[in-house]
């Protein structure tokens, strides 16, 4: 199984709204990626997670909150979000310590804050 | 944030034709790959090239690294309608090889 999966795909909510988006893969990675991608413009990593601890941050704001629960799932929770963070949120996964780094994406949840 | 610059950023060929796309880059690197998006999807990687090296090839596929002048270029020959979507750099530092940044892009469009 080489498959990162993402729920939901698409994501509608208010500024006031509290929701979650999740990621899975069953591939055994141990690290575990967040990235924003806007329109016409490249990803943008926010965090990273290697074997469940947070190891990167990207001063992204504290209205994303990760969370890695097991090495299978990654979180993100978000809370008072702004329109401008309407984008593609996408997960990713790789092998921790792998000397290539090649990372495995999954669709991508399309956010819409209104 | 992004590492680096992508050009062009947009290109328009025939199918048949190669097409060829460059990436310059910052910070020095573990190594470098491409990545391809269709449509505001996820990205599925290409190929990759380690720092070290100069020139790789997968099928349809030609990837050059110079480490001197910081840039990359990636080649698709007998390119075809499929081949329609954009097209990422990504460079990977750090001991563990988890950071990775992306360049800004290019969007080929491949005519048939």
């Known amino acids: 199984d080489t498959e990162v999966t993402q729920t939901p795909k698409h994501l509608v909510m208010g500024m006031t709204n509290k929701k979650s988006l999740k990621c899975e893969q069953h591939?055994?990675?141990?690290?575990m990626y967040w990235y924003k991608q806007k329109a016409k413009k490249p990803p943008e990593l926010m965090f990273v997670y290697s074997y469940e601890k947070l190891s990167i941050n990207e001063s992204v704001p504290s209205r994303f909150s990760p969370e890695c629960p097991n090495s299978s799932l990654l979180n993100l929770h978000l809370h008072a979000l702004q329109p401008e963070d309407s984008a593609l949120y996408l997960c990713a996964s790789s092998q921790a310590l792998d000397y290539k780094g090649t990372q495995y994406f999954g669709p991508g949840t399309r956010l819409t804050v209104l | 944030s992004q590492q680096g610059e992508e050009d062009p950023q947009a290109l328009s060929i025939q199918e048949g034709e190669n097409a060829t796309m460059n990436c310059s880059y910052k910070?020095?690197?573990?190594?470098l790959q491409w990545y391809r998006q269709n449509s505001g999807r996820g990205l599925v990687h290409l190929i990759l090239i380690r720092s070290n090296e100069r020139e790789k090839h997968s099928g349809r596929l030609r990837v050059t690294l110079d480490t001197s002048k910081k840039s990359s270029s990636l080649l698709i020959t007998a390119s075809r309608a499929a081949d329609t979507a954009s097209y990422f750099c990504?460079?990977?530092?750090?001991?563990?090889?988890?950071?990775?940044?992306f360049g800004a892009g290019t969007r080929l469009t491949v005519k048939p």
């Open positions: 910070t020095s690197i573990n190594n």
């Open positions: 990504a460079t990977v530092r750090g001991y563990n090889n988890n950071d990775m940044r």
């Open positions: 591939m055994g990675h141990r690290a």
